[in-house]
Structure formats: C-alpha cells, structure tokens
C-alpha cells in the first residue's frame, strides 16, 4: 500500500521518501536521539516510583494490564526495571517545567524524569512505542527523548448540552485527550436545550431543564418538524466529583460552562422569573439561538452567584466559563425593568447591559479565588484585565483580548470547530455546516503573528469545540475528532520548527492501530483519485490512502465497491467512460470501512 501511495504522488509531481517510522510520536517531541538495540518486555519487568508519582505508577500499570497483558511488579527487585523519577534539584537543570519530562530508554531500564505531569506525558510517549496489538511480551526501540509543550492550554471542548453523553464516555473522552497530551476539558453543560449538572439549591433546574420533549429533525426549522423522541440527563454532584477525580489523575484540568446571560432557555423553562416576561417557556427544540435571554436584575445574579457557588465547590481548576456569546437583545428591548436598568446604570447600549450582568458575576467568581472565561462577544461592553477570552468568530477576539493584556484560548472556527464536516463527500454524517479537512487542522498557528512578544505571552494555547446538535452518539463524537486530535495535539505541543505534515501523515500510520486497539471509531480516510490526461482518450489514475496499510478497492461500472470488489494495486489506465463510473473505498485490516469516493 505504501507503494501506491507513492505512485500517486508522482503522478501529481510531489515526490518525498517515506522512511520507517520506528519513532511514530504523536505530537512530535523536541528531540529524539534514537540509540541501539531494545528493550524487551516481559513478566519479570517492575515498576519504580518516587512517592509523587505513585499515581502514575498506578495509571501504567493498568494499561499495560489492560492492553498487553503485562503486569509489571510496583516497586520489586527485578533486574529490568521502568523508574518514574522526580528531576533532581541540582542534578537536572535540563527539565525546566511542569510539562516537560526526558525519556531514556536502555536495554535494562526506561527512566521517565519530570513533574507528577512531566512523568505522565513521559508516559503517553512510552506507550506510543509499543506495539499496536494485544501481545504479552514484545520489544521497543531504545532512544533518548526530550521534549516539553509549545502551548500551556491543550484543549478540547464537549457539549453535554444539546445531547447528554453517559460519565462512561466523559471518562474515555478523557482518556482519549491524555493520549495526545491535552490538558483542558472544556465541558459545556448548559444551553437552550438542556442542562445537565445537579444544583442543589434549584433541583427544577434538572427536574424540568435537564429533560427535551423532542428534537428538530436535520435542518427542518421552517417548516418544523421534531422526531417526537425526548432527550433526558444529567450529571449528579457525586458524579462529577468523579469525574474531576478521574480527569485529575489524568493531569486534566475541567473547565465547566454555565452559559449566561443568552443560551438559557432551560433554566428559563425551570424557573420563568429569570426572564424578564412570561411564564410559558420550555426547553428549546430546535437549533441555533433562541431570543429569550435572563434577565439583569439583582434577583437574577445572587440567582446564577448561587449556582455559581455550587459549581465552584465541584471544580478545583481556577477556571469557570460563563458563556456570553450570542445573545439577542430583543427580550430585552421589550422589557421595562431593562429599560430601568439602562437609566439607573447609565447604560447607553444592549452590549453594555451584557457587560453589566457579566461584570457582577465576573466580582462575583473573582471573590471564590477564580477567574471567569468567556466567549469573545464579551469584549465587546468591556470586562476586566483578569477575565480570559475564548477567540470563537475567528482571531481576532483573541488578538483584540492579547493588545489589552486580557489572556486568550484561540478556537476560530476555521480550524477548530470539530462539529465541521470532514469532507465535501455526500456520504458524510450529517454535520451541522462547515468543511475541516485534517490539513487545515495541522496547518492553523494558534500565535497571531501580529502581536508584539509581550502581547503573545497572554495568548494561552488554542482549543477544538465539539458542538453536539448533530451528533448524539458517542461513536459519531470518535468519528468527528479523529485524526483531526492528533493533529490539533500536534499543534499546541510541537515547536513550530519541527512542524511537518507529511512527516505527520507517515506517523500517523501506527496511530490509526493504535485507535483500533484502544477500541476508537476514528474516520478511515477517503481514497484519494489522481487523474492524468496520457492522450485524448485514456487517463492514467491513481489511488492512495493516507491509512496505507488500508486496501482499496474499486468498481468501473458505477456500483459501490466492496471487499469483494477489484483491488487496487497499481495505477490503472482509463477510457472516459470508466473514469466517470469509477468508485473506490479504503477498508482497513480490521474491516474499518472509508466513506464511497466517486470519481
């Protein structure tokens, strides 16, 4: 398959070697010095930890239980040995910060020095090394590695709002970041359609709020049409503590969303006094930005300041994003206690009635010892030098946000919008809009290069958002972030001088086996069609798979190719004809199948 993939190449005039991925790293360490012969795992290898890293010491060794049926000894006398060291004061001045680790892999021993999460990117590192398959004794490749992040925030967003996922996949969709060396879960709990998290104080917020009598069918909002299927769940505090605990020893921090002052309509629909009229509100149904909003008033905050409360008391990260994006003011041109708000507070603009409710609850959380995070619509009626922007409507909320000393998470649509289509093909799971090929992922520079070096330090890292409206599964969430993740991880961890796609693309061969083993619905990548004229009447095509351990097959005749269907082997010559009916599919060792490509 790799020869296919090279013909390809050439026949659309890129040449590049392919070499032996013996190092398939992803993202891509600062320095690997490759070193000679292996080390050889085996029943008799222990485990040795310094006392910070006893957590570690646990996390390894129930992977290397699970998924190879290795069970090291902790803290035995073996003669082979994995250390998960602490760096010395005085002996490791190369180890600098909390992030980074060196890895030294010798035919005896593998040591890992770092912080407790220095030791544990060490790790995600080490297991990358390991075979693909479920095997009980095996080798790796001795070498020397070095490496520590580019970004401080790796991040990766999931809305548990629009479509409530079970604690067992917010669990692996942990699992899944540490792969990859994320570190920031941002988890949207709230919106129009639903909230999801137990407040003790307002149980209506989940008695009433957490539950959808139905949902839009697609994109039928005029006329529209519901599937009559109601939608329910929430996540109780006992649960979340979970959670946190779990993510914790994963060395990743959660970010909770409270959306406020707009996307409220469930909570509206629990409690009706947070809008400013009415009382015959329910849990949205459709899509897209409902015109209720809460409402500004004393009531309304010490309101949200309680759920706040609540809220701070479950997450320990030092942030809590409170939303501020697209909020209509319609509700509130219609309401007299705004109007009597506006002449109170001198408050000239609807965007400065934003910027009133969000600076009360910004005091508010600032007197919990936190700091608010917000969508980029924020900026717009002014919030404090502590509050952080999250730049969403391209980048230049996060430039604006960095000219005034406010910190910023990049998460442009553009490039990190993961709720995106993965192609243009027809074939594709429905999506809610947009198109992000793996490519664009891996090409986006999370630093804006217009900032000065002072302004770049408040630029945090980037993050991808994985809005739910389109997606209710946790298989269709797997198939919407992979590979894109690995190649968004390489973004915010790789320095930029050692960034390469190609290099990438040859790495991420082992990546996709290691998905499959790991039990990951990742996106088995389309069959690429090169087409060259040869004369008026032939075409000589190629085909490749940037999965290239994938067979392809295809058809002439216009039916949907199959195993069973001819194997592509090498570049073929056409009539026309054939041209127009040809279809190919990539189905990998597994029977992972690509979507149908169409010439």
């Avoid at 941002?186 to 919106?191: G, R």
């Avoid at 499959?516 to 798979?545: A, H, L, Q, W």
Wanted: proline share 5%.
């Amino acid at each position: 398959m790799k020869l296919k993939f090279i013909l390809c190449l050439l026949l659309s005039g890129i040449f590049f070697q392919i070499k032996a991925q013996q190092y398939s790293i992803i993202p891509q360490p600062v320095m690997v010095i490759p070193g000679t012969g292996t080390f050889d795992f085996s029943y008799s290898v222990n485990i040795v930890f310094d006392k910070e890293q006893n957590e570690n010491a646990d996390y390894l060794n129930q992977y290397l239980a699970k998924y190879y049926s290795v069970r090291p000894i902790l803290g035995g006398g073996m003669k082979k040995k994995i250390a998960l060291r602490n760096p010395g004061i005085q002996t490791d001045n190369l180890i600098q910060h909390d992030d980074e680790y060196t890895l030294s892999i010798t035919g005896d021993s593998i040591i890992i020095k770092g912080s407790s999460a220095g030791v544990f990117y060490g790790i995600q590192t080490l297991l990358q090394l390991m075979p693909a398959e479920k095997i009980s004794s095996f080798q790796i490749p001795c070498c020397d590695i070095h490496d520590y992040p580019r970004f401080s925030w790796r991040g990766m967003h999931l809305d548990c709002a629009r479509h409530f996922f079970s604690v067992e996949f917010v669990k692996k969709y942990i699992d899944m970041m540490a792969y990859y060396k994320l570190n920031m879960f941002h988890w949207h709990l709230t919106d129009d359609q639903g909230w999801r998290i137990e407040i003790k104080q307002y149980p209506l917020l989940t008695q009433i709020g957490s539950y959808r009598k139905e949902t839009m069918v697609e994109k039928n909002f005029d006329p529209y049409i519901g599937d009559k299927t109601p939608v329910d769940g929430f996540y109780t505090q006992e649960q979340v503590k979970e959670i946190v605990q779990y993510a914790a020893k994963r060395h990743i921090t959660i970010v909770p969303e409270i959306e406020m002052p707009g996307h409220s309509q469930a909570a509206i629909a629990a409690y009706p006094e947070l809008a400013c009229y009415g009382n015959n509100y329910e849990v949205w149904t459709k899509w897209g930005v409902t015109n209720v909003t809460l409402c500004p008033t004393s009531d309304v905050i010490q309101f949200y300041e309680n759920i706040l409360s609540e809220i701070i008391s479950l997450f320990p990260g030092k942030y809590i994003h409170i939303g501020g994006d697209e909020v209509p003011d319609d509700h509130w041109k219609n309401s007299k206690q705004v109007a009597e708000l506006m002449h109170e507070k001198n408050l000239q603009t609807y965007a400065q009635v934003e910027a009133y409710f969000i600076n009360q609850i910004e005091q508010y959380v600032i007197s919990k010892g936190k700091k608010i995070i917000g969508w980029d619509e924020i900026l717009e009626g002014g919030v404090s030098q502590s509050a952080t922007i999250m730049s969403w409507r391209g980048t230049e909320g996060g430039v604006a946000a960095a000219k005034k000393g406010n910190d910023a998470v990049m998460t442009p649509g553009k490039y990190c919008y993961f709720d995106h289509c993965q192609s243009q093909n027809p074939l594709e799971p429905i999506c809610i809009g947009g198109y992000l090929p793996l490519d664009t992922v891996y090409s986006y520079d999370p630093m804006p290069s217009q900032l000065s070096a002072d302004e770049s330090m408040h630029i945090l890292g980037a993050q991808a958002n994985v809005w739910t409206e389109y997606i209710s599964t946790g298989d269709k969430i797997e198939y919407m972030i992979f590979p894109r993740m690995l190649a968004l991880s390489e973004v915010l961890w790789t320095q930029k001088k050692n960034m390469d796609y190609w290099n990438f693309i040859g790495r991420l061969e082992k990546h996709f086996e290691l998905l499959n083993m790991r039990g990951i619905n990742y996106r088995v990548p389309d069959v690429k069609i090169e087409v060259r004229t040869m004369d008026g009447n032939k075409f000589m095509i190629g085909m490749s798979c940037i999965e290239t351990d994938a067979m392809i097959h295809y058809t002439l005749d216009g039916s949907n190719p199959t195993e069973t269907s001819l194997s592509y082997l090498e570049p073929l010559t056409l009539t026309a004809e054939e041209c127009k009916k040809l279809k190919a599919i990539a189905i990998t060792k597994s029977g992972k199948r690509s979507l149908i490509i169409s010439n």
